[in-house]
């Protein structure tokens, strides 16, 4: 199996948990660290909409407090037919830990391959 199959598959597993009763808008994230540990996370929402979390930060964050700080690929999978990015606090926090991240996004229908300097050209920096 490739890191683009297995991402997918654990991404779209990790989607199932999501905890989305506001959106209905399900998405699932697994991280592969440079080290070849896979970190998984699913969006949680809230009542607070500002609260809400991202999947794809949940696994990040799950990385980085698990000691890993350095990351190869990523698979997003959502719920939807449409295809649909990463958010722009995303990008951010994923340009923070790996400029050249691959992304897997995947939707119903089709998944595509991005660099990550491809979706964030223009990240913020210190």
Excluded at 67 to 87: D, L, Q
Excluded at 90 to 111: A, G, P, R, W
């Amino acid at each position: 199996m490739t890191d683009k199959e297995l991402l997918i598959k654990k991404a779209r597993q990790a989607g199932k948990q999501a905890y989305a009763p506001y959106s209905r808008f399900r998405v699932g994230a697994a991280l592969l660290t440079k080290s070849g540990r896979i970190f998984t996370g699913s969006n949680v929402e809230n009542a607070s909409y500002g609260l809400t979390v991202c999947a794809e930060r949940v696994a990040i964050f799950k990385a980085v407090s698990a000691g890993e700080k350095r990351f190869k690929a990523m698979g997003v999978v959502i719920s939807s037919r449409k295809k649909t990015r990463p958010c722009g606090a995303c990008l951010q926090v994923m340009n923070e830990f790996s400029d050249n991240l691959i992304l897997y996004l995947s939707s119903k229908n089709k998944t595509e391959t991005k660099k990550l300097s491809d979706l964030l050209p223009n990240p913020f920096t210190l």
